[in-house]
């Protein structure tokens, strides 16, 4: 049963969330009284379709339906949850509470994406205060996995719990904030970096270049995959946070920054930044910033999935969770997006993502068998010997694709799979492979006989393979 979402304000968070949900299979309706909304969603939208997928090794649900309405009870009809994502005035918010309260569901999770607000605020007058809470996420939300997830006093668990498992199921972490708190966690620390980064441009000490040079080429990589805490844990060697805090803690004393004396913020501060962006961005619009941005979370978390640490692990979970069974005859053993850390200096997809593709196409297949994860666990598998693949089109980025496998010979220990990649939009046959499979014991590396279900299990799939 497809679920239902409600945006309420569909600027870049409510986009972002809005293509989130939509991408996981989620109806999204949307109200945001900005004649130009429609637009600037189709294009937050194209970015996400382009971009989400290829975090996937799988193929993500069918895409939801995207409506928009001119009043808010037409948007939050039948929604289960409902984003606000208006702007950051709490006389606004409130007045929107007060009006999508009279037309929801009474058990709809009403989320807020203020950065700042604390929950029993936005609470205020509220007809069901309980409904009301703050999931504040990152852009794109559509790509960053966090979610503050804050509740006041006032939520139930149930309501607690209820947002965790939503926003768990579109693939977010929700990192429940167990005191309110102005800015909640993470903006507290981004508004700390924010203004010893104005005093930096200010003195003169360093440009917006040089100081995002400083994030993106050293701390910003290191933070992204372990943390602050864990980070210093490591530093202190052997001896771990102990000897870390030890060595280092006398330095909070030193007048190393201007953490609580802010800058005024001038005419002629504001032009410095805005000069100096100009210098460092300006040759690139917004949407050509976007996409670069994009392609590079995308590229990045992919190579955390590949490790499967922080939100690498976390993605990996996901997908596990998005798997199909492979069905049909030939069997459909693969379909995902191709993503762009598979492309060569030509633009296309590099030789060797073929065999991978392949590669994966053929475990599904033995899993489809028996010769699963627990088969190989127990000393069994199979070992390809031989492969012929033709190259017949080109592969590019985002293109959506799939597999279709047939099993050409399964004659005890020989196994012999016939696969055709072919682009979805058109059924164009791309590339194809011919795999010639030993099984083989892992105790012995050597040839065997597979065991009597999982060779009974070839055999019966050659056989349909052949008829059809």
């Not at 929700?174 to 620390?189: K, N, S």
């Not at 007048?255 to 410095?272: A, G, R, S």
Request: with cysteine; charged share 25%; hydrophobic share 45%.
């Amino acid at each position: 049963m497809t679920k239902t979402a409600a945006i309420i304000g569909g600027g870049v968070i409510g986009g972002g969330w809005a293509a989130r949900f939509a991408l996981m299979g989620w109806d999204v309706r949307i109200f945001d009284p900005d004649p130009e909304a429609e637009r600037k969603m189709g294009e937050v939208m194209r970015n996400a379709e382009r971009a989400l997928p290829m975090l996937y090794d799988t193929a993500l649900p069918e895409r939801g339906r995207i409506s928009f309405h001119a009043e808010l009870a037409d948007a939050v009809q039948g929604a289960i949850w409902i984003q606000e994502s208006v702007p950051e005035r709490l006389d606004l918010k409130l007045k929107v509470y007060q009006s999508l309260q009279a037309c929801c569901l009474p058990d709809a999770v009403i989320a807020s994406s203020t950065s700042g607000f604390k929950p029993s605020e936005i609470q205020d007058g509220a007809a069901r205060p309980e409904q009301i809470l703050v999931a504040h996420p990152f852009n794109p939300v559509y790509l960053l996995p966090l979610a503050e997830l804050v509740p006041s006093p006032r939520n139930t668990p149930e309501v607690i719990d209820k947002a965790k498992t939503i926003l768990t199921e579109i693939g977010m972490f929700p990192l429940h904030v167990r005191a309110e708190i102005d800015a909640h966690i993470a903006d507290r620390f981004l508004e700390a970096v924010w203004r010893e980064a104005l005093w930096l441009v200010k003195d003169g000490i360093a440009t917006t270049e040089e100081i995002d040079n400083a994030i993106r080429y050293g701390f910003g990589l290191r933070w992204a995959q372990m943390g602050l805490f864990e980070t210093y844990r490591v530093a202190g060697g052997e001896a771990g946070m102990r000897h870390f805090m030890a060595q280092f803690g006398p330095c909070l004393s030193w007048p190393w920054t201007k953490l609580m004396d802010v800058p005024e913020f001038t005419d002629e501060l504001v032009d410095l930044i805005a000069d100096q962006s100009d210098a460092q961005s300006g040759a690139f619009t917004i949407r050509e910033l976007e996409a670069k941005r994009d392609m590079n979370l995308v590229a990045m978390l992919r190579a955390l999935k590949g490790r499967e640490e922080a939100a690498g692990a976390l993605l990996r979970s996901h997908e596990r969770g998005l798997r199909f069974d492979p069905d049909g005859v030939p069997m459909v053993t693969q379909r995902r997006v191709v993503p762009i850390d598979w492309t060569d200096m030509n633009g296309h997809m590099n030789e060797g993502r073929y065999g991978q593709v392949f590669s994966d196409a053929a475990e599904v297949l033995m899993a489809a068998v028996g010769a699963d994860e627990a088969y190989v666990a127990a000393g069994n598998s199979y070992f390809t010997v031989e492969t012929t693949v033709k190259y017949l089109m080109e592969t590019h980025a985002g293109e959506a694709i799939r597999v279709d496998s047939r099993v050409t010979l399964g004659d005890g220990k020989k196994l012999r799979v016939f696969h055709e990649m072919r682009r979805e939009a058109d059924n164009e046959l791309l590339a194809s492979c011919d795999q010639f499979m030993l099984h083989v014991s892992l105790e012995t590396r050597r040839s065997c006989p597979p065991l009597p279900h999982v060779q009974a299990a070839v055999e019966a799939l050659a056989a349909r393979h052949k008829e059809s």
